[in-house]
């Protein structure tokens, strides 16, 4: 340890740039992850609320929700033991009806019919009776400028709605989830003032029985799974995630490595001197746990700083269980990187290092 810190206050400047290479891909690596499971958290929250463990939906929709049909019959045929509620889903346009420029206040959301007794309610507007064109919106519209009481509109519509709540993390697809009642959705969603008792499908607490041949389930995770796009996005973050973490473990190794050559001559006259491999060793592992402990705290300060002014621009979102698991993977092959010098330092002959 007094080795290591001794020789890191020497040479200063060469150990500072090793910092600022590793400080520059953990901030990087840091960021990429917190952005990745911002997007990805941005697709799933309203799922996430709903505390579901199957999604019920037609065979004939292929995968997705909004192109599922489902009647009374069906939620009465569905036998579960635990809970199931009907959801209605479906894309929509909204406007600010009282923004001076109309046009430039749309916005892409997704309607939610739910039932009031349902435990799709959001449980911030569990006190509220939701009904006719009063709606409970997700939090992301104050940002817009929207409060309690403000007015929004359906574009290419006559459709005005209220607002009487607001539900916190309650996106689907990137997009703001509105909710609203069941026999509200399905006027919108069938565009008439007499719509089919339909909607898109149920969600379930706890598992189903046997299934008529039209229906599907899913467990959760292989709804969200079949979200567009969501499964493609997660794989290819996390794929730049895993090859950064592999290159910083390259870079650091090769710096050591280089390091640990260049002072071959010096561990020539430690040796030389009686000074065991071990503590040379230990040295030269103690001052790569330094550097990565340097480098990736100040990387993960700067990702926390970019998160407070980016948060409310970007999908940025922070997970203390992917920072820990990143974290001991930079120290681990930081760990494997010094031990190639390690190796270089049990290899040295006091004699042929220093000139003998």
């Known amino acids: 340890m007094f080795l ?13 740039l090793i910092i600022s290479v590793i400080v520059l891909i953990s901030y990087l690596v840091y960021f990429l992850t917190s952005l990745a499971y911002g997007l990805a958290s941005s697709y799933t ?8 463990d199957e999604v019920v939906i037609t065979v004939d929709s292929n995968d997705s929700i909004m192109m599922s049909f489902m009647t009374n019959n069906d939620f009465e045929s569905v ?4 809970t199931k509620a009907r959801i209605g889903l479906f894309p929509a346009v909204i406007n600010n009806p009282d923004a001076e420029a109309n046009v430039d206040s749309r916005l892409n959301v997704y309607f939610f019919g739910i039932d009031n007794d349902s435990f799709l309610k959001p449980t911030e507007a569990s006190n509220l009776t939701i009904q006719q064109n009063e709606v409970v919106v997700d939090e992301s519209l104050k940002k817009e400028g929207y409060e309690i009481g403000s007015t929004i509109a359906v574009s290419g519509t006559d459709t005005v709605f209220t607002i ?15 909710y609203m009642a069941m026999e509200t959705w399905q006027k919108y969603r069938y565009s008439t003032e007499t719509p089919p008792d339909l909607y898109s499908g149920i969600i379930v607490r706890g598992s189903t029985g046997n299934l008529d041949t039209k229906l599907a389930t899913y467990t959760t995770a292989d709804y969200i799974a079949t979200l567009p796009g969501y499964t493609a996005q997660v794989l290819t973050f996390g794929t730049m995630i895993i090859f950064l973490i592999i290159i910083v473990a390259f870079v650091l190794g090769i710096f050591i490595y280089v390091l640990t050559i260049q002072k071959t001559p010096m561990f020539g006259v430690m040796k030389a001197q009686g000074i065991s491999n071990f503590y040379i060793a230990n040295s030269v592992v103690t001052q790569t746990f330094l550097l990565v402990l340097f480098g990736i705290f100040v990387g993960l300060i700067l990702t926390i700083v970019s998160g407070i002014f980016l948060g409310d621009i970007i999908p940025f979102a922070i997970n203390i269980l992917f920072y820990g ?7 681990l092959f930081g760990f494997l990187g010094a031990l190639f010098s390690v190796r270089a330092v049990l290899k040295i002959d006091p004699l042929k290092a220093i000139g003998g």
Do not use: C, H, R
């Open 325 to 331: 698991v990143i974290t001991v993977a930079f120290f």
């Open 4 to 16: 290591a810190i001794k020789e890191l206050k020497y040479t200063k400047g060469k150990f500072a």
């Open 164 to 178: 009487i709540g607001f539900s916190t993390k309650s996106t689907y697809q990137t997009a703001p989830v509105i």
């Open 79 to 82: 036998e579960v033991d635990g």
């Open 45 to 52: 929250n309203a799922v996430n609320k709903w505390g579901s």
